[in-house]
């Protein structure tokens, strides 16, 4: 379809540009007989006039949106943003957002690294796939390492612990050959083991338009959406809300998945590593979310999985406007780029250099020893 429109959207605007032609027309003419009539009926065609203008106005703001306009939002809950993933994300064959197939098996000496997570490790917001840490990653080791490792990203959106654990066990129930899983952990994460957040989606998805012009529109099923999000306590506090669920016992429930999933890696020569990234649009002097970060952390230094936390990478960086856009606070390609330079080095450094540099390196730190 021309501009990726519906072919209901193209018959309607079709429809809608026809008929403002037609009343155009026809308001000018009937204008002109009263004018020429001296009639003060002219008035209500210089005021049909005006409301045309208006309408036209409309009508062009709503064609920006539908045609031009071209960004994501954190819910993905506006036309505008499911528009934006319809133009720009593109599955491979077993349904994932990479740009090469999943295959069961890698070329022989080679080691898979398997990227899992939600929206932040699927790329919500970035246009091309290229741009995200794991495929920045995967290049970086082609380049250092060619034909030693072969990166997958299996990133989903609104996934948590229990399904990313789903995910990778089904992909190795299946055969797929699985050597290092990166689970990049958001810290709305732990929101599947708190019982009261399990409905929050579908409170959201309730308070979409049914009335045609909103629902079926761009420009304004978007003014809508902002202003009923403004409106829901839901959205207003998620964030603010979701800080103090490290300090409950949706924790506990989320630390008791994290060591069943790393048992399960370890049943089968997984190694398991862990990215913990911040939220980045309150990210500063008063982030909430330290506690969070300090759980995970101390999990995964008790559990001996290497663990790199992504807040004192991107801290330094804030000011230069690491979120996709105002109202998109998932990371954009900047602080992708930050995250990928930082597990090349700190997470996944070990892979870079190679298991011969590894044993001259543990050789000479027992000789210092």
């Known amino acids: 379809m021309p501009?990726?429109?519906?072919?209901?959207?193209?018959?309607?605007?079709?429809?809608?540009?026809?008929?403002?032609?037609?009343?155009?027309?026809?308001?000018?003419?009937?204008?002109?007989?009263?004018r020429l009539r001296n009639s003060p009926r002219i008035v209500w065609a210089n005021c049909g006039l005006a409301l045309w203008m208006f309408l036209a106005a409309l009508t062009a703001l709503e064609l920006y949106f539908a045609v031009i306009y071209d960004q994501s939002d954190s819910f993905n809950m506006t036309n505008v943003s499911k528009h934006w993933f319809a133009r720009h994300v593109h599955k491979n064959p077993q349904d994932f957002r990479d740009a090469r197939p999943l295959t069961k098996r890698v070329p022989k000496g080679a080691r898979r690294v398997l990227f899992a997570g939600d929206s932040f490790t699927f790329g919500?917001?970035?246009?091309?796939?290229?741009?995200?840490f794991s495929d920045r990653v995967g290049a970086r080791l082609e380049a250092e390492k060619p034909g030693r490792f072969v990166v997958s990203n299996i990133g989903e959106c609104g996934v948590h612990v229990q399904l990313v654990e789903h995910m990778v066990e089904t992909a190795v129930e299946m055969g797929y050959q699985v050597d290092v899983v990166v689970y990049t952990i958001c810290l709305n994460d732990i929101e599947g083991f708190k019982e009261s957040e399990t409905g929050m989606q579908e409170r959201f998805d309730s308070q979409s338009p049914r009335f045609p012009l909103f629902r079926d529109t761009y420009f304004l099923n978007m003014l809508y959406f902002r202003v009923q999000q403004a409106r829901i306590p839901e959205v207003r506090n998620y964030y603010a809300n979701m800080a103090e669920f490290y300090n409950t016992s949706a924790w506990d429930r989320m630390q008791?998945?994290?060591?069943?999933?790393?048992?399960?890696?370890?049943g089968h020569e997984i190694d398991l590593r862990i990215a913990i990234f911040p939220f980045l649009h309150n990210l500063g002097p008063d982030y909430p979310f330290d506690a969070g970060h300090e759980r995970i952390a101390e999990f995964c230094r008790s559990a001996g999985i290497p663990c790199l936390d992504l807040k004192p990478v991107l801290l330094p960086h804030v000011a230069e406007g690491l979120?996709?856009?105002?109202?998109?606070?998932?990371?954009?390609?900047?602080?992708?780029?930050?995250?990928?330079?930082?597990?090349e080095r700190q997470l996944l450094g070990d892979l870079f250099r190679g298991e011969r540099e590894d044993e001259d390196g543990d050789r000479e730190d027992e000789e210092r020893g």
Not at 11 to 24: H, N, Q, R, S
Not at 124 to 132: L, P, S, T
Not at 256 to 266: D, P, S, T
Not at 324 to 342: I, T
Request: hydrophobic letters at 45%; glycine letters at 6%.
């Open 256 to 266: 008791a998945e994290l060591e069943k999933f790393h048992e399960y890696c370890r």
């Open 124 to 132: 919500h917001g970035i246009k091309d796939v290229a741009d995200r």
């Open 3 to 34: 501009f990726d429109l519906s072919p209901e959207y193209l018959v309607g605007m079709t429809l809608w540009l026809a008929a403002g032609g037609a009343c155009f027309y026809l308001l000018l003419r009937q204008r002109q007989k009263w």
């Open 323 to 343: 979120t996709v856009n105002r109202f998109d606070a998932h990371p954009n390609e900047r602080a992708h780029a930050l995250a990928a330079e930082a597990m």
